[in-house]
């Protein structure tokens, strides 16, 4: 039985700066707001806590990264969905890919409408040059969207046919930016030639043990590798949020719903580190 959606303590803002090689100077700077798996959670009495929140935050660009709703007892109208996109939208661009819970909800289509009307970006297996101007200078970020694994009916290698597809539309860019529900699928972004991933999912491991992690996660069970945080491999960062709700389980222990701001930086000796 999924857990309906009660009242909760705003989350805490999880930072990072990730270096980049070969990063444009117009790009030195770039933030954006990552926003993951609210699974219809309301924050505060009103559940207001949340969107006013955020409005102490600057970012140059929202990622919302899956399972905004909590499957089949989701509506279009969800009103904790649509209370934190009207919070966000119109101070940045904000693009949008599904979770696994989209693809359970009964009326999602309705909420992507929704969200589109609110000048949300839903990127589905698609690719999009956003271009951004700092200091004089401008730059293009290549931002990439790729539906759950639950649109590919769990088939990896049709999902990186379609990851590889979608960044040869944006070939061009100094920047690859991908927007991902599923950490576990880390090799494959790699492969592809992303540079920054950011995904959810793992909702942390639900329970951490210190010195140990994550229990469990949804798609890696058991003590998962992929449980939050950041991960580095070759020229690739990935970004875990943690998320904001719950789905199945009802409680989170020693891991408090987040936020995440990821900064970027040109690596001052010109490496990944």
Not at 22 to 38: E, K, N, R, V, Y
Not at 156 to 161: D, G, N, V
Not at 206 to 213: D, L, T
């Amino acid at each position: 039985m999924l857990i309906p959606p009660i009242a909760a303590d705003p989350p805490a803002v999880t930072r990072y700066r990730l270096l980049l090689n070969g990063l444009p100077p117009a790009l030195h700077g770039f933030t954006i707001l990552q926003l993951s798996d609210l699974h219809s959670q309301a924050f505060g009495p009103n559940g207001d806590a949340l969107p006013r929140m955020l409005t102490d935050l600057r970012f140059d660009l929202t990622a919302l990264t899956g399972d905004l709703i909590n499957g089949r007892r989701s509506r279009y109208h969800d009103t904790p969905a649509l209370q934190l996109v009207d919070a966000v939208a119109a101070r940045a661009p904000a693009y949008y890919v599904t979770g696994n819970h989209e693809w359970s909800a009964p009326h999602a289509e309705m909420l992507f409408a929704r969200l589109a009307e609110r000048g949300v970006r839903l990127l589905r297996n698609e690719a999009e040059l956003l271009e951004h101007s700092s200091a004089g200078m401008r730059s293009a970020v290549g931002v990439i969207g790729m539906d759950d694994l639950m649109y590919f009916n769990r088939n990896r290698r049709e999902f990186a046919a379609a990851l590889e597809r979608a960044v040869q539309h944006v070939a061009g860019a100094e920047l690859r930016v991908l927007l991902s529900h599923r950490p576990e699928l880390f090799p494959i972004y790699c492969r592809c030639g992303i540079d920054v991933a950011l995904t959810g999912h793992s909702h942390g491991g639900q329970i951490r043990i210190p010195g140990v992690g994550g229990i469990f996660a949804p798609g890696q069970g058991l003590l998962a590798r992929y449980d939050g945080g950041l991960f580095r491999e070759g020229r690739t960062q990935m970004v875990i949020s943690r998320g904001l709700g719950r789905s199945i389980f009802p409680l989170r222990i020693n891991n408090p719903p987040e936020v995440v701001v990821v900064e970027l930086a040109a690596h001052p000796a010109g490496r990944t580190k």
